[in-house]
């Protein structure tokens, strides 16, 4: 083949599968062109000032999910700004946050500044899944993988949830018995003690009573713990280090929440290891089929297990929650939606109580109603990831490595461009074949190597006490129209208290 033949075969071949590269039209022949690529300096943002006064003037840190749409429709899919002495870029489109997430690495690195990890150094405290980084995090993660990410392994957790359900389904029929209408008052704190209580028999296959009729004490708060600490960790984030000596309230608040955590969790994790020493010293044969055992099993230093099931009951208590509470919202506002609900479990159930895993799975519509919750108030509003060890480009910038980068999931999940009707809770999008959307627009569980561990216990456990719920009362809104807007506490929680009728069925 003449060599100028095989050089222009090669050339639109390279130009094909590298854009940066083309073939030159005279010399039909491969030239090497940089695109050049833009630069932090030349990306848009709000300077530092206005930001801080969207901040701390106009609320803006229980705003930071809306700030999102703001920010994107002011300066596009991608911007800067200073978060307090953090700068960070925004990144708002699913195609640029799928660029992100790709390149993130063997060891994904969530964010390298954070208070949760400065508190632990302070005290001295193991990092947990949440907080660990590197070969640390990765050796905990394919211990905790083994049991939280087999779907059998999973599954097997059915019957101790299923009893806590049940307790749920007993406890708002004593709440709502308070009431003429029967309505339960504020169902996300109910949802946060359902969620500890899940949590906990998960961790320690025993029960803590946060669903009797006269809640423990330290229940209460170790829940009261959490919404602290998670109201005090945007404050202490966006507050230059320099301020904490000046303004001492926050961060103190910030490490007396997180002390009571870890003296909770370290109370029961302790009990536990009493009673199966005590079995041991009797002779008795000891087994377990919770988290904690495992993970002592594993050997891992008791430190270490303090770290990581202090983390564990934190990240049960509000996702679950705030999950629960938006789904009965919007179907408490959407009847029509619950009756075809409804339906579904009482067709799959055939007269059974309780329902299963597997017939959970059965239930497609479930499964599109906590979607389609999850899309519209996504948890985490906005992740993030850091580069650690290059520079990478996405879209037409290069992002300096080590750079903390936002990924907005709030606006990418309520964008017109993605989601028809994006603001309105229409389940039954996820159920048609013709209406794809984009995969990286709504991923409330993250992605990835680093992506929720817990994500199948809380789908479980979601969908077991949904349907549940569902089998026992029709749900309406104490007072039609009446509407919650979604509020960033770090997570994204009901603004105020979600009021519920629940009538029985
Ligand atoms: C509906 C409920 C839940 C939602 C929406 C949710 C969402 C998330 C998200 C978005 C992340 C970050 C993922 C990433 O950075 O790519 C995450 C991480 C994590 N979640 Fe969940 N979560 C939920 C429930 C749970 C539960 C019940 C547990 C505990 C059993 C849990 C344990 C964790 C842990 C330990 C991590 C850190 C994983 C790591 O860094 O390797 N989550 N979750």
């Known amino acids: ?168 389904i007993r406890r708002l029929e004593h709440q709502r018995s308070f009431h003429d209408q029967h309505v339960v008052k504020n169902v996300a704190d109910e949802f946060y003690k359902f969620g500890l209580e899940g949590i906990s028999s998960v961790l320690f296959e025993s029960r803590i009573g946060c669903l009797e009729p006269k809640v423990p004490q330290e229940t209460e708060n170790f829940i009261s713990s959490i919404n602290t600490m998670f109201i005090m960790t945007l404050l202490t984030m966006a507050m230059p280090k320099v301020l904490h000596r000046i303004f001492p309230k926050p961060w103190q608040k910030f490490c007396e929440s997180w002390d009571y955590m870890f003296e909770f969790a370290k109370g029961h994790i302790d009990k536990r290891m009493a009673e199966v020493s005590e079995k041991i010293s009797r002779g008795e044969k000891v087994e377990g089929k919770y988290l904690t055992y495992y993970l002592a099993q594993e050997k891992l230093s008791m430190k270490s297990i303090y770290g990581n099931v202090t983390e564990l009951l934190l990240a049960g208590v509000d996702t679950i929650s705030s999950t629960l509470s938006w789904s009965l919202y919007e179907l408490s506002r959407h009847p029509e939606v619950q009756t075809a609900l409804h339906k579904e479990i009482a067709a799959v159930m055939k007269g059974s109580a309780i329902p299963t895993a597997a017939d959970v799975a059965q239930m497609p519509l479930l499964k599109a109603v906590v979607k389609e919750a999850l899309r519209l108030y996504p948890v985490i509003p906005g992740n993030a990831r850091v580069i650690s060890d290059r520079d990478i480009q996405v879209g037409d910038y290069l992002i300096p490595k080590k750079t903390l980068i936002t990924l907005c999931h709030y606006a990418t999940s309520r964008d017109a461009k993605y989601f028809s009707n994006p603001n309105s809770f229409q389940p039954e999008r996820w159920l048609r074949k013709d209406d794809a959307h984009h995969p990286y627009a709504s991923i409330p569980f993250g992605f990835g190597k680093r992506s929720c561990i817990g994500r199948r216990i809380a789908e479980l456990e979601v969908y077991l006490a949904l349907s549940r719920i569902l089998m026992h009362f029709e749900v309406k809104p104490e007072q039609e129209g009446h509407i919650v807007r979604p509020m960033t506490r770090t997570l994204l929680v009901p603004e105020k208290e979600i009021n519920l009728q629940f009538l029985s069925r």
């Open 1 to 168: 083949m003449p060599q100028t033949l095989k050089l222009a075969g090669r050339a639109s071949l390279l130009a094909r599968c590298f854009p940066e590269i083309w073939a030159d039209p005279v010399l039909k022949a491969p030239v090497r062109v940089i695109k050049s690529h833009k630069t932090l300096d030349e990306m848009p943002g709000p300077s530092a000032l206005s930001f801080f006064s969207d901040l701390f003037c106009k609320k803006g840190l229980s705003r930071l999910h809306e700030l999102q749409i703001e920010g994107k429709a002011k300066y596009g899919p991608m911007w800067k700004a200073s978060f307090g002495p953090i700068l960070t870029v925004h990144v708002a489109d699913p195609s640029l946050i799928e660029q992100v997430l790709r390149q993130e690495g063997k060891h994904p690195i969530r964010s390298a500044i954070s208070s949760w990890k400065d508190y632990r150094e302070c005290r001295g405290h193991a990092y947990g899944l949440l907080t660990a980084e590197g070969e640390e995090w990765q050796k905990t993660r394919s211990l905790l993988g083994k049991h939280m990410l087999k779907p059998k392994e999973v599954e097997s957790y059915t019957g101790t949830l299923n009893d806590v359900v049940s307790d749920l």
